[in-house]
C-alpha cells in the first residue's frame, strides 16, 4: 500500500524561483544530497534526511543559470550551463563558479542529462547529442541540426536500457508532438509522430516514462485531466521511416482540466503515479497517488499554498515548490495486496466470519513477520521444524485436536487430548492450548450438557493457562459448581480477580458436605486431623504457652477476668477443626492465592454471616495449631502460613465486624479470638525484652572487630 | 612456630592522592599513571602490576594530560602551564617547557608519535614537534573562545577534534583551521541550566567523533557533516573521561558516580555486517569520580578521586583463564614508606611533604616541612640517631639527640654537592655508615661520626648505563651491600644472574651473607654473596615450585627481613599476609593447605609434623604496609584499614537509593 509521509520543507529561505518554479531538481552522486537549481543564478546542494544544505554555488550577476545542474556520477563533479552555451564544471571543494572549469560551446544547449552508471550526454536545442567527454575535447565543433525549425523540445528522459544508454525526448510544433528515440549503441534515431487519436484539441501539460524490456511507456497528462499512454519500442524495425503512434487512454479525469496552475505527473513504479494538481476545479492543489492497475486512489495530500506544477521523484522522496518553498515528500510503497489495492474503502471486518482466537506464542517467533523481515529464518527453527515434520507424517495433531474439539464427544476429545500432551515439546504448544480451551469453553457454552470436566482439569494442569487466557473457564466452573476445578483455577492461575476469588470462597462455604464427599479435592495443604489424642495433649501445651505470663497479675479490667473463667473447656471446643477436612482442602487454596486488600474487602462483605464465622472458626483453629510448635508453622506438605491466616482473619472481621459482633453464636469465637491475641501480645513483649539484651551482645562483637589506633597483641604462628 | 607481641599500629595516616590520569603503552605494556599532587608512577603490566618507577610530584605541579609518544617517551602538562618530559632511565624529570598558554588541560601525541598537541586555558591548541631530545613549538592552531579540555588525534593523523564548553571543534591539521563546529546540548535531565564541558572525545578512524560531557552524555558525531549521529545518556552526573581500543572495536567511559562503562561495536544482528555501538556492561569498582580510563587490548583500566587504580580485564580478550584475569584493585605504593628503629623502637612514617616519627608507646615528634617537593625516600637508623630524606632536589640528614623523654632535632648542614637528590636511602646495622643511591645511578658512601660526616666512596655506575639504583640491601656485617636498578638486574660486587620480573625487595641475611630476593612475579630467591651462586635451598624451591596459591597473591613483597636468633627463617610480608619460611621444613605442594587459621587442636605429633610446611602465614593484619622484627620476640605491624582512607576523601555524588 502505497503511503505518503509527512512532509518537511528542505528550504525556508525563498529561492529565487519565479512564477516559473525551478530549473530542476537532480541527484548527486551521494545518495541522500540532491542538487536544485533555481530559475537564477544559484546551485544548491542539499542533504534530504539533514534538511540542510551542504553547498551553494552562484554564477556571476549578469550570467543566468539556463539548465539544472546535474552531477556526472562518474567522477563526481557538477555540470551546469549559464547563458545557453557556456558550461561549467565543479566539485565540492570549489567555491566560486567564476573560478571553475568553463567551457563555451558553439550552440545553445538543452539540457545536460546524467544518469548512474554513463557519462552525461548534452542535448542541444537543435536536437544533437553529445557525449561530455567528446564534448569537451572539441567544445567549438559543430553541431547539426536534428529537428525542424519552430519545433521545441519539451520534455526528455535519459534511460538505461540493457545497459545501453537510450535518449527520449519529446518536441512539439504548432501543437503536434513528436518523440525522437535515440539508441546510443546503434546510434540510431527514431522519429515518432505523436497522435491524440479521439480528443484531439486537449494539450498535453506533462509527460513522464517508465521503461520495460521492449517498450518505453510514455505517459501523458493532457488538459482534459486524464492520463494518456504511449508505447514506443525500443528497438524500431525501420529506423528511417516516420512513423505514429497512438495514445491510449490510461484513466480518466485525474486532475481538473481547466487549472490555473500547471499539473504534473510522475511514474513511481511500475503501478503507481503520482499526480500533482487540483481533484475539481475549485479546490486546492493536490498531490495523489493512483494506483494504475486498479484505477484507485492511494493517498492524496492537500498542499494549499499552491505549487508550481514541478514535481520529481528521486529514491523515495518527492520534491515540489509547495508555496516559496521546496518541500519534500518521502514516499513509500509496500507490496501492495489485492486487499490494499482496493483502495481507501473502509474495510470494515465481515460480522459473519468467525474470528478465531489468536494466541501470541512468546516462544517461537511469528513465523509470517520473520519471513518479512529476514528472508532466511534462523536455522535452528528450521531443524526444529523438521523434527517435527518426522514427528508428525500426516496431519498433526494440534489441528486434529482443534477440529475434534469442535464436533466429537467428550471421550473422543479426551483421547485426542491425551495423545497431544504426550507429544509436548511442539512450539506451538501454548497457542494450541489456548485454541483448545477456548474451543471448549465455546462449546461449553453453546451446549449446556456439554462439559469436558477431565479434559478441563488436564489443559489447567499444563501450568500454559492463566485467567485472562480465559475467563471463562472459571465462570463455567462456579456455575457448575465444580469446586475441583475451581481448586485448581487458584493453585495454577496467576492473576484471579479479587471477584471470582470472593465468588469461590462463597461456593466453598456454601457447598453441603455429602456433595463435598463426592468430589476428589486435593488434600496436599491439609494436615492430617485423625490423631486427636495427640491434639488433646497439644491443647496442654497451648496452655502452657498461654501462661508465659501470668493473666491475673495483668492489670487487665473485669471482662478480661472473665473472659478467663472457663478457658480449658472452651479451648477445647475449638480445637476441633471445624470444617471437614475436605473444605479445609478449598479453604487452603483460597488463603494461598493472591489478592490486594482495598479490591477484597468489599466483595468479603458479600458473604452470609454464618459463612463467615464458619470461615473465621477455622482460621481461629489454624491460628491455634500453628501457635502450638515453636516454629509457628502447620505440618503438612503445602499448608497456609501463619502470615496468610492473620491477614484473612483481619481481612474477615474488617469486612463484617459489625455483622459478626451482632450474631449470638460467634460471640463466644470472637471472645476466644481475642483472649487468643492478647496472651500473644504478651509472649511478644517479652520475646521483644530478651532481644533487647541480645543487642548488646551483637555491639560488643563489633566493638572487637573495630580496635583502636594502637594496640599490642600476640601473635601465635603455628 | 612461635608466639609474638605484635605492636599493632593504625596511627599512620597515611591518604594516596587521587588518581588524574592514566596513559597505556602498548609497545611495552607499561602503564603511565599520574596523582593530583603531581606524582607519576609506572607500571609494568607484564610484571604482574608491579609499580616499578615513579616520579615525586610537586606541589606547583597539577598534571591534567599524560601520555606516551614516539614509543617510550613520557609527557605530562598540568595547569602551571608546563609541559615536562621524564626521564625514564634516570628517574628524573628531563626538561620543563613552558607552552605560554596558560594552564593546559589536555595533550594527545600524533598517531605517528612524532608531534605533540596540547589545549591550553586560552583556547589555543598547539603542536609541538617532538625531536630527539627536546620538542620544538611548531604552531598554533585557530584560536578558540574557551579552554580546550579534551583532544583526540584521527588516526590518519590529518585531523584532530577539541572537545571545549558547549562545543567540539576539529581542525585540519595541514591548515591548522577549524572545519566543523559542533554544539553540544546544554541540556542537563531536561533543563539548560548550565554550561556543557565536553571532558573528553576520541576521533575514529570512520570520522565518528565520540564525546562525553558534564551533562551525563556519550555522543556520537559524523565529522563529515558535523552532525550529532547518536546520543547515549548514561549518568546524572559528568561524565570524565573515555578510551577507545586500538582496534575501535570497543571503548570505555568513565562517570563521576563512579561507574565504568563499556561500549561495544556490536553486529545488529548476528550475522549481519551493519555494526552499531551499543552499551554492554556497567562495572561500578569505584565510589568516587572516575576522572581518567584506558583501554589496553585485555583490559579496562580507570582511575580516580578514590585513589584506586582499578585494572579490569576482559574476559572475552583473554585467551588464558589464568590469575590475570582477575579483577586487580591498587591502592598503596609498591614500595616501602616506613622505616624503623629497632634499637629505640622508633617508627618513622613518609608522607608526601612531612614525616612523623613515633616511639612505641608514646607519642614522640612530628616534623613537617614546607617543602613543596614530595619527599621521594626516608630512612632512619637503626640506633635511632639519623634521620634521612630526600625530595627531587634536595638532601637532608638531621642527628637526633635523646634527653630522657625529650628529643632534640638538629640538621647536618652543608650537604656535599653530589648528595643532592637520592632514590633510596639506607644505613648500616652499626649506623656508622649511610649509603645513598643517587639518580645519576652512583652510590655513595657516607661515614657518620658523632655529628659529623665523611664522604668514603662513590661506585660510579658501569659505563653507558644510566639506571637508576631503586632497591639497596647492606649485609649487618657491614661488608657487603646489594643494589637492585628499575629493570631486573641486581648489582654487588658482582650481578647477580638476571631475571626477567623487577625486584620489588631484598635482604642480605646475617651471619650466612645470604641475598633472599623477591621478584613481582611472586618468585623469591636465596643467592649466597660469598659462594657466588644460589643457595642450595633456592635451587630446591625452584625445582620444586611455588604452592600456586602463593604464586596468585596479587600484591607484591615489599619487606623482608631476618630473625637474629634463628637463620632458618626468612620474615617477609605483602599488603595483605605476613610470611615465615622456614628453610628447614619441607616446601608444601599444591595439594596441602597454605594458609591454615586454626592453631593445631591436640592432635597427635605425627599429624602436625606431616602437615607442618615452610611457610607460616598470618592474615590477620591487612592492609599492611610494614612488618619488622623489633626484637626476638617482638613484632611491629602497620596498618592503614581502608575504612580509615575513605574516610577522608571528599564526600561522593549523593545517589538516591531506594526507600532513602
Redesign the interface.
Known amino acids: 500500500m502505497a503511503s505518503l509521509e509527512e512532509e518537511f520543507t528542505l528550504s525556508s529561505v525563498v529561492l529565487s524561483a519565479g512564477s516559473e518554479g525551478l530549473l530542476g531538481v537532480e541527484q548527486s552522486s551521494k545518495a541522500d544530497q540532491f542538487l536544485v537549481t533555481d530559475n537564477g543564478r544559484t546551485v544548491i546542494l542539499y542533504k534530504v534526511s539533514d534538511q540542510k544544505p551542504l553547498g551553494s554555488w552562484s554564477v556571476k550577476q549578469g550570467q543566468i543559470i539556463t539548465c539544472p545542474a546535474v552531477c556526472n556520477f562518474q567522477t563526481g563533479e557538477y555540470i551546469v550551463v549559464h547563458d545557453n552555451k557556456v558550461l561549467r564544471i565543479w566539485n565540492n571543494e570549489d567555491v566560486n563558479l567564476d573560478k571553475v572549469f568553463k567551457a563555451t560551446l558553439s550552440a545553445e544547449v538543452c539540457r545536460i542529462l546524467s544518469v548512474q552508471g554513463t557519462e552525461p550526454l548534452v542535448l542541444f536545442k537543435e536536437g544533437a547529442v553529445r557525449g561530455l567527454e567528446a564534448l569537451l575535447a572539441e567544445p567549438q565543433q559543430k553541431i547539426e541540426t536534428v529537428i525542424s525549425d519552430e519545433e521545441v523540445i519539451k520534455w526528455t528522459k535519459f534511460f538505461i536500457v540493457f545497459r545501453h544508454p537510450v535518449l527520449i525526448f519529446i518536441t512539439e510544433k504548432h501543437g503536434n508532438y513528436f518523440a525522437y528515440v535515440q539508441m546510443f549503441n546503434s546510434r540510431v534515431l527514431s522519429k515518432y509522430t505523436l497522435l491524440f487519436g479521439q480528443d484531439e484539441n486537449s494539450v498535453i501539460e506533462s509527460f513522464t516514462a517508465s521503461v520495460d524490456r521492449k517498450f518505453i511507456a510514455l505517459m501523458s497528462l493532457s488538459s482534459d485531466g486524464c492520463i494518456y499512454e504511449t508505447l514506443i519500442p525500443i528497438r524500431p524495425t525501420d529506423p528511417e521511416k516516420n512513423r505514429s503512434l497512438v495514445r491510449s487512454l490510461l484513466f480518466k479525469a485525474v486532475v481538473s482540466g481547466n487549472t490555473q496552475h500547471g499539473v504534473a505527473l510522475t511514474v513511481l513504479d511500475q503501478d503507481h503515479v503520482a499526480v500533482l494538481g487540483s481533484p475539481l476545479a475549485a479546490s486546492k492543489e493536490c498531490l495523489s497517488i493512483w494506483n494504475i492497475k486498479f484505477q484507485t486512489l492511494h493517498t492524496s495530500k492537500e498542499l494549499p499554498q499552491g505549487t508550481s506544477g514541478q514535481l520529481w521523484y528521486y529514491g523515495e522522496n518527492l520534491f515540489m515548490l509547495h508555496g516559496r518553498s521546496l518541500t519534500v515528500i518521502p514516499y513509500k510503497c509496500e507490496v501492495s495486496s489485492l486487499a490494499g489495492a482496493l483502495g481507501k474503502l473502509k474495510h470494515s471486518q465481515d460480522p459473519g466470519t468467525h474470528v478465531t482466537p489468536h494466541f501470541v506464542n512468546w516462544e517461537t517467533p511469528q513465523e509470517c513477520g520473520l519471513e518479512a523481515q529476514n528472508s532466511e529464518p534462523s536455522r535452528r527453527i528450521l531443524r526444529r521444524r523438521k523434527i517435527e515434520v518426522s514427528l508428525q507424517p500426516e496431519v498433526p495433531p494440534s489441528k486434529q485436536l482443534l477440529s475434534t474439539v469442535m464436533k466429537d464427544s467428550e471421550k473422543h476429545i479426551e483421547v485426542e487430548l491425551r495423545k497431544f500432551l504426550a507429544i509436548k515439546q511442539t512450539p506451538d504448544f501454548h497457542t494450541v492450548i489456548g485454541d483448545t480451551v477456548t474451543g471448549l469453553l465455546e462449546r461449553c457454552k453453546a451446549e449446556p450438557s456439554f462439559y469436558p470436566r477431565n479434559c478441563l482439569m488436564q489443559l489447567t494442569q499444563t501450568h500454559v493457562l492463566s485467567y485472562s487466557l480465559c475467563p471463562d473457564l472459571m465462570e463455567i466452573a462456579l456455575q457448575k459448581k465444580d469446586v475441583q476445578l475451581l481448586q485448581l483455577c487458584l493453585q495454577h492461575f496467576p492473576d484471579i480477580p479479587e471477584l471470582v476469588t470472593c465468588a469461590c470462597l462463597k461456593i466453598f462455604l456454601s457447598i453441603a458436605d455429602d456433595s463435598l464427599q463426592e468430589t476428589d479435592v486435593n488434600m496436599e495443604s491439609v494436615f492430617d486431623c485423625s490423631n486427636s489424642v495427640h491434639d488433646e495433649k497439644m491443647e496442654e501445651q497451648t496452655e502452657i504457652l498461654q501462661n508465659g505470663f501470668n493473666p491475673e497479675e495483668d492489670k487487665c479490667n473485669k471482662c478480661d477476668q472473665e473472659l478467663n473463667e472457663k478457658p480449658q473447656a472452651k479451648t477445647k471446643e475449638t480445637t476441633s477443626c471445624p470444617v471437614i477436612p475436605k473444605r479445609a482442602a478449598l479453604l487452603n487454596a483460597i488463603l494461598h492465592s493472591a489478592y490486594s486488600e482495598t479490591f477484597l474487602l468489599p466483595h468479603l462483605k458479600d458473604i452470609p454471616a454464618q459463612h463467615i464465622t464458619l470461615f473465621l472458626k477455622y482460621l481461629y483453629f489454624l491460628y491455634l495449631k500453628c501457635s502450638e510448635n515453636a516454629t509457628l508453622t502447620l505440618p503438612g506438605i503445602h499448608p497456609p502460613t501463619l502470615n496468610q491466616i492473620m491477614d484473612w482473619i483481619c481481612l474477615l472481621l474488617d469486612a463484617n465486624f459489625t455483622v459478626v459482633v451482632m450474631m449470638p453464636e460467634a460471640k463466644r469465637l470472637l471472645i476466644n479470638l481475642y483472649r487468643l491475641v492478647k496472651s500473644q501480645i504478651s509472649v511478644y513483649s517479652e520475646l521483644n525484652k530478651i532481644e533487647v539484651s541480645f543487642r548488646e551482645l551483637q555491639k560488643l562483637n563489633q566493638e572487637k572487630n573495630n580496635r583502636g589506633l594502637y594496640s599490642i597483641e600476640v601473635l601465635e604462628l603455628f | ?11 599512620f595516616n597515611y591518604v594516596p592522592s587521587a588518581i588524574r590520569c592514566v596513559a597505556y603503552n602498548n609497545h611495552s605494556n607499561r602503564l603511565a599513571v599520574s596523582r593530583t599532587d603531581g606524582t607519576v608512577e609506572i607500571y609494568n603490566l607484564s610484571a604482574n602490576y608491579f609499580q616499578e618507577k615513579f616520579f615525586p610530584g610537586h606541589e606547583s605541579r597539577a598534571t591534567e594530560a599524560l601520555c606516551w609518544a614516539e614509543g617510550q617517551r613520557l609527557f605530562s602538562a598540568g595547569l602551571n602551564g608546563e609541559i615536562i618530559e621524564y626521564d625514564l632511565q634516570a628517574l628524573k624529570i628531563k626538561y620543563a617547557m613552558d607552552a605560554f598558554g596558560g594552564p593546559i588541560w589536555s595533550m594527545a601525541a600524533s598517531p605517528s608519535g612524532s608531534q605533540l598537541l596540547i589545549g591550553c586555558e586560552d583556547g589555543s591548541v598547539k603542536l609541538f614537534q617532538i625531536t630527539p631530545d627536546k620538542i620544538q613549538f611548531e604552531r598554533n592552531f585557530d584560536r578558540q573562545k574557551s579552554r580546550i579540555l579534551s583532544l583526540s588525534w584521527h588516526p590518519s593523523g590529518t585531523h584532530i577534534a577539541a572537545g571545549s564548553i558547549d562545543y567540539i571543534s576539529v581542525f585540519d591539521v595541514k591548515s591548522g583551521s577549524a572545519v566543523r563546529k559542533m554544539i553540544v546540548d546544554r541540556q542537563y535531565m531536561g533543563v539548560s541550566k548550565r554550561k556543557c564541558i565536553v571532558w573528553g572525545v576520541a576521533f575514529l578512524s570512520d570520522g565518528t567523533i565520540i564525546s562525553v560531557d558534564s551533562a551525563g552524555k556519550v555522543q556520537f558525531w559524523d565529522s563529515a ?1 558535523g ?1 550529532l549521529v547518536k546520543s547515549h545518556l548514561i549518568a546524572n552526573a559528568d561524565v570524565q573521561s573515555i578510551a577507545v581500543a586500538n582496534q575501535e572495536d570497543s571503548f570505555v567511559v568513565g562517570t563521576a558516580e563512579g561507574t565504568v562503562f563499556h561500549f561495544q561495536l556490536v553486529p545488529v ?1 548476528s550475522n549481519s555486517s551493519e555494526k552499531q555501538w551499543v552499551r554492554t556492561k556497567p562495572f561500578q569498582h569505584h565510589t568516587h569520580d572516575v576522572r581518567t580510563v584506558a583501554h589496553s587490548p585485555t583490559s579496562l583500566i580507570s582511575g580516580g578521586t578514590d585513589t584506586h587504580l582499578v585494572i579490569r580485564p576482559l574476559m572475552e580478550k583473554l585467551e588464558v583463564k589464568n590469575y590475570d584475569a582477575a579483577l586487580r584493585k591498587i591502592t598503596f605504593p609498591h614500595r616501602r614508606l616506613i622505616s624503623c628503629s629497632r634499637k629505640r623502637q622508633l617508627l618513622l612514617f613518609q608522607f608526601a611533604h612531612h614525616l612523623e616519627l613515633w616511639r612505641l608507646g608514646s607519642t614522640v615528634a612530628t616534623g613537617k616541612m614546607g617543602d613543596p617537593e614530595n619527599i621521594i625516600c626516608s630512612c632512619i637508623s637503626p640506633c635511632g640517631s639519623w634521620i634521612a630524606y630526600s625530595t627531587a632536589s634536595r638532601f637532608f640528614l638531621y642527628r637526633l639527640n635523646y634527653e630522657h623523654d625529650n628529643i632534640s632535632l638538629k640538621r647536618v648542614s652543608k650537604m656535599p654537592a653530589f648528595l643532592r637528590s637520592a632514590l633510596q636511602i639506607l644505613f648500616s646495622e652499626d649506623s656508622t655508615k649511610l649509603f645513598v643511591a643517587s639518580n645519576q645511578g652512583t652510590l655513595h658512601i657516607v661515614q657518620l661520626s658523632g655529628g659529623s660526616f665523611k664522604h668514603l666512596h662513590a661506585f660510579q655506575p658501569q659505563s653507558g648505563t644510566v639506571e637508576a639504583m631503586c632497591l639497596l640491601a647492606v649485609s649487618p656485617d657491614g661488608n657487603w651491600l646489594a643494589a637492585s636498578g628499575t629493570s631486573a638486574g641486581v648489582h654487588l660486587h658482582c650481578t647477580v644472574p638476571a631475571y626477567n620480573f623487577p625486584v620489588t625487595a631484598m635482604a642480605i641475611a646475617p651471619n650466612t651473607n645470604n641475598l633472599v630476593i623477591a621478584h613481582s612475579d611472586q618468585q623469591v630467591f636465596e643467592y649466597s654473596i660469598p659462594d657466588k651462586h644460589y643457595t642450595d635451598w633456592s635451587r630446591t624451591v625452584q625445582k620444586h615450585g611455588f604452592h600456586h596459591l602463593w604464586l596468585q597473591r596479587d600484591t607484591p613483597i615489599t619487606h623482608i627481613s631476618f630473625h637474629p636468633k634463628r637463620p632458618m627463617h626468612i620474615l617477609l610480608h605483602d599488603a595483605y599476609m605476613f610470611c ?1 619460611i622456614d628453610k628447614s621444613l619441607p616446601l608444601p605442594n599444591d595439594k596441602t593447605l597454605l594458609y ?1 587459621p586454626f ?2 587442636t591436640n592432635e597427635s605429633d605425627v599429624v602436625q609434623r606431616r602437615t607442618a610446611h615452610a611457610f ?1 602465614i ?1 592474615k ?1 593484619y591487612k592492609p599492611l604496609l610494614f612488618m619488622d622484627l623489633l626484637d626476638e620476640r617482638t ?1 611491629v605491624a602497620v596498618e592503614r584499614p581502608l575504612d580509615d582512607i575513605i574516610a577522608q576523601l571528599p564526600p561522593p555524588i549523593k545517589k538516591k537509593k531506594f526507600g532513602t
Open positions: 612456630m612461635g608466639e609474638f607481641k605484635v605492636h599493632r599500629v593504625r596511627f557533516t552532525t544482528t615465615i591454615n592453631p593445631p607460616k598470618s590477620i613484632l
